[in-house]
Nanobody, 115 residues
Framework: QVQLVESGGGLVQPGGSLTLSCAAS????????MAWYRQGPGKERELVARITSGGWTNYADSVKGRFTISRDSAKNTVHLQMNSLKPEDTAVYYCYALQTNRNSWGQGTQVTVSS
């Protein structure tokens, strides 16, 4: 069973930065893709950023130019660098991994953007 463990969430002021990390229990190259999703208060879960095994990335329009997804294959970790954070970025952020016949989710990490 694949385990995904997120870290790096917390409280940050508007305009600040945070980096989320997702550590996988297996090689990240066993995944077709990895992604970050988020679910804000009273909202549906939405895709934030995705990176495929080939390194192709895509982002939600609301975070383009502010967030960057990257991976560290040596540590089996995917990161989400979040800059210029806004109050509307407040959400629980979830790591997601897609394999041929299985989806895996992390437990989530809270990000709160507030002054």
């Amino acid at each position: 069973q694949v385990q995904l463990v997120e870290s790096g969430g917390g409280l940050v002021q508007p305009g600040g930065s945070l980096t989320l990390s997702c550590a996988a229990s297996v090689s990240i190259f066993s995944f077709n893709a990895m992604a970050w999703y988020r679910q804000g208060p009273g909202k549906e879960r939405e895709l934030v950023a995705r990176i495929t095994s080939g390194g192709w990335t895509n982002y939600a329009d609301s975070v383009k130019g502010r967030f960057t997804i990257s991976r560290d294959s040596a540590k089996n970790t995917v990161h989400l660098q979040m800059n210029s954070l806004k109050p509307e970025d407040t959400a629980v952020y979830y790591c997601y991994a897609l394999q041929t016949n299985r989806n895996s989710w992390g437990q989530g990490t809270q990000v709160t953007v507030s002054s």
